[in-house]
């Protein structure tokens, strides 16, 4: 059993934070159609959410623990999904470095975050965990040489600097500063259009024979284990973006249904349509809590397969719970032919790109409780 309550520090943020929901639910159409961020808003929510470079630095930030992240993350994407994923994101190469040990790439990366978005390379589509990445990095003497593809990589395209997660020529996992020039963009999916998330500046990137100095690889002297739970680790955070968009899909959605009248009745008193939503909000609790029981024991699996296994299937649960969610929304409250203005449509688009983000056919469709 694993105890519920945050502490006093994640309390703390997760409050602060709950106070920004009104300003940036205000602006969240906005920004999505701009794909940015107002300084002042993204000064004051990572300082809050301990996104900033110092609090990595010196500790002091929510976001080192798993289960701090889990729950910033959650309570951000209920004001809005790509915020959530912009503030964060930001911190996460310096996350990963500082779950390493490595303080001396803690420090190198959060000074290269005062230059621009230094960019963390995990994802190679759906359906890969970290111990099957195709990343490669060859040994040739005193330098590395890298090759393979990451997507979706968050700044892939305007990144000061991309962190590579992959494994070595002997299988072994490791993770590479690369400096933006030895990046290629395959493809920057702004300048192509997007139709979700438009705050998050997605782009897919590659490496091709890329040479890097053997002080490139962060976290070096790491165990193999303790690099893979780094990298599942920040897999963490789109499942709880997609709990957090969910539920706000159901609260909008609850409240909707309450006030709208159909013949003198609140629409919501019909089973119809009050019944859907209560499945989905208790689809949500129970991804919510497989995360929370996730995070909170990373430290206990005794094999990277035990691990991948756990965090596949809760991954495959919060996004399938979000994705859900926010399809009963649009179904209540009607369909607008995809209308970019239309908050329940957004809502879903963003779900369906979240869940396509870490997706594992072994995975889907699975029991959401796995017996410990």
């Known amino acids: 059993m694993f105890d519920l309550s945050p502490t006093a520090a994640q309390q703390s943020a997760v409050e602060e934070l709950r106070s920004f ?34 609090a990595v630095a010196d500790g002091s930030s929510v976001l080192l623990d ?3 992240l889990v729950l910033v993350a959650e309570e951000l994407a209920i004001a809005d999904a790509g915020t959530a994923l912009e503030i964060i994101g930001a911190a996460q190469a310096q996350l990963l470095a500082a779950a390493l040990g490595d303080s001396a790439a803690v420090e190198r990366v959060g000074a290269l975050r005062a230059f621009g978005d230094v960019a963390l390379g995990l994802y190679e589509g759906y359906g890969r965990a970290p111990s099957e990445y195709r990343l490669r990095a060859e ?28 494994r070595t020529d002997d299988d072994a996992s490791a993770a590479f500063l690369v400096e933006a020039a030895g990046v290629q963009v395959e493809r920057d999916d702004r300048k192509e259009g997007k139709l979700a998330l438009g705050l998050v500046a997605s782009a897919a990137v590659r490496v091709d024979g890329a040479t890097v100095p053997a002080t490139a690889r962060i976290g ?46 609140a629409l ?78 957004a809502r879903y688009r963003d779900a369906g790109v979240l869940s396509a983000v870490d997706f594992d056919v072994l995975h889907h469709n699975v029991p959401v409780i796995e017996a410990a």
């Open 21 to 54: 929901r009104p300003r940036i639910r205000e602006m969240a159409r906005e920004v999505n159609r701009t794909g940015r961020l107002p300084a002042d808003l993204r000064t004051d929510l990572s300082r809050a959410a301990g996104a900033t470079p110092e």
């Open 66 to 68: 798993p289960v701090g």
């Open 139 to 166: 040994r040739q003497g005193d330098r590395w040489s890298l090759t393979g593809r990451k997507d979706p990589v968050s700044h892939g395209a305007d990144a000061s600097a991309v962190l590579l997660a992959g």
């Open 220 to 265: 070096a002297s790491a165990e193999e284990f303790t690099v893979l739970r780094a990298f599942n680790t920040q897999r963490l955070l789109v499942p709880a973006v997609s709990i957090g968009l969910g539920q706000a899909a159901v609260d909008t959605t609850a409240e909707w249904v309450s006030g709208r009248k159909v013949r003198g009745a």
């Open 268 to 345: 919501g008193r019909n089973q119809g349509v009050m019944f859907p939503l209560v499945d989905a909000g208790i689809a949500l609790s129970r991804a919510r809590l497989q995360i929370w029981d996730l995070a909170s024991r990373l430290a206990e699996f005794d094999t990277g397969a035990v691990l991948e296994r756990r965090v596949g299937r809760a991954v495959a649960a919060a996004c399938a719970a979000g994705t859900q969610a926010a399809r009963i929304a649009c179904n209540t409250m009607g369909w607008r032919g995809l209308s970019q203005q239309f908050l329940a449509e």
